[in-house]
């Protein structure tokens, strides 16, 4: 066993519901899929380059805000929650669960104030010709609505260059609670293994817990969406030349963006992440102008050098008046 499948079998056992369906997801080679304006889709594929807004600026921001206050509840002061985690991770090296802890508090604030996403969601074979119904009625209100359907190869490595991405969980408080729970009988039950990582990854490991469960968890209203998020923090990340920072107007408001190249880049193990290599096709969502529109498409598709454009460029077929 390498390195690298040590660090993953110990991640399982401190955020099991993430690394499980994380390791699910992209080992089937599934496909993910950006739901957006027609007019953002257009800019993706004409400037290759995703763009990574921060949370606050985000539709949901408060859904943001869910695993915060759970995470909160579930440590507040002279808890049984909080006592019990504490008593499970002090039977390995106290010292550094107090670190953790210290370390996480110290980096609160980038993490709640300075944290960009950009947000995908998993896609269905049977939505192929369709799209999903609930996403083109949050997108076509205004506008015209697309779809991009990406390819997962890229998400194997993206940890890897200084981003992260991760599955949503939409939980309510009591399922919150149970996870955790469940994580803490994970590390009861593997002792040994847990301590020959040593203290440092120990460390690591608590930090990973707090962070997934503080930002990757929404309100189980939002289940349909069935999202991931690539996530990155400048203070906490460095991601070279892979990653551009701009100030953009976004809904009228100017704020900084960081995107993310959609280029090869072999010296970094980012392969797959050209226009050709990543997107899978393209969704039009219903409109007045079907025919103009996926010719447009077509267009930008080739110019970015995506082969078989023409057969790439499919319109939703669910009659939903906009």
Same mark, same amino acid.
């Given at each position: 066993?390498?390195?690298? !499948? ?9 955020? =099991?519901?993430? @690394? ?10 599934? &496909? ?6 027609? @007019? ?8 290759? &380059? ?60 980038? @993490? ?9 969601? !998993?896609?269905?074979?049977? !939505?192929? &010709? ?30 890897? *260059? ?24 994970? *590390? ?31 309100? =189980? ?12 923090? =400048? ?32 010296? &970094?193990?980012?392969?797959? +992440?050209? =226009? ?6 393209? +969704? ?39």
């Amino acid at each position: 066993m390498n390195n690298a !499948e040590k660090d993953w079998n110990l991640a399982s056992l401190f955020i =099991p519901n993430f @690394i499980g369906k994380r390791v699910q997801y992209l080992n089937s080679k599934e &496909r993910f899929v950006h739901y957006t304006s027609a @007019i953002n889709a257009i800019s993706i594929i004409r400037s290759k &380059r995703i763009w990574m807004r921060n949370v606050k600026c985000m539709n949901d921001f408060m859904e943001i805000e869910h695993g915060f206050d759970l995470l909160v509840r579930f440590f507040q002061k002279d808890s049984k929650t909080r006592e019990r985690f504490f008593q499970s991770m002090n039977a390995f090296w106290p010292d550094q669960v107090e670190l953790a802890f210290k370390n996480f508090e110290a980096w609160l604030g980038h @993490i709640r104030e300075n944290t960009f996403v950009a947000c995908i969601s !998993e896609h269905e074979p049977s !939505e192929d &010709r369709l799209g999903r119904l609930s996403m083109w009625r949050a997108y076509g209100n205004q506008n015209i609505g697309a779809a991009l359907v990406i390819n997962s190869s890229p998400f194997n490595v993206i940890d890897d *260059v200084g981003i992260i991405s991760s599955p949503v969980l939409y939980v309510d408080e009591h399922q919150f609670f149970s996870g955790l729970e469940n994580c803490l009988d994970n *590390v009861d039950k593997n002792h040994d293994f847990i301590k020959s990582h040593g203290p440092e990854k120990f460390n690591e490991m608590i930090f990973l817990l707090l962070f997934v469960h503080a930002l990757c968890v929404k309100h =189980p209203g939002f289940h349909e969406e069935r999202e991931w998020r690539i996530i990155y923090i =400048p203070e906490m990340w460095d991601a070279g030349d892979l990653i551009e920072q701009k100030v953009e107007m976004a809904s009228g408001v100017p704020q900084i963006v960081h995107k993310l190249k959609l280029e090869n880049t072999a010296s &970094r193990k980012l392969t797959a +992440i050209s =226009p050709n290599d990543l997107i899978d096709r393209v +969704i039009i969502g219903p409109c007045a102008f079907p025919m103009t529109v996926k010719e447009a498409f077509i267009s930008e598709l080739r110019q970015a050098g995506v082969e078989n454009a023409e057969k790439k460029v499919f319109m939703s077929e669910i009659p939903l008046r906009t």
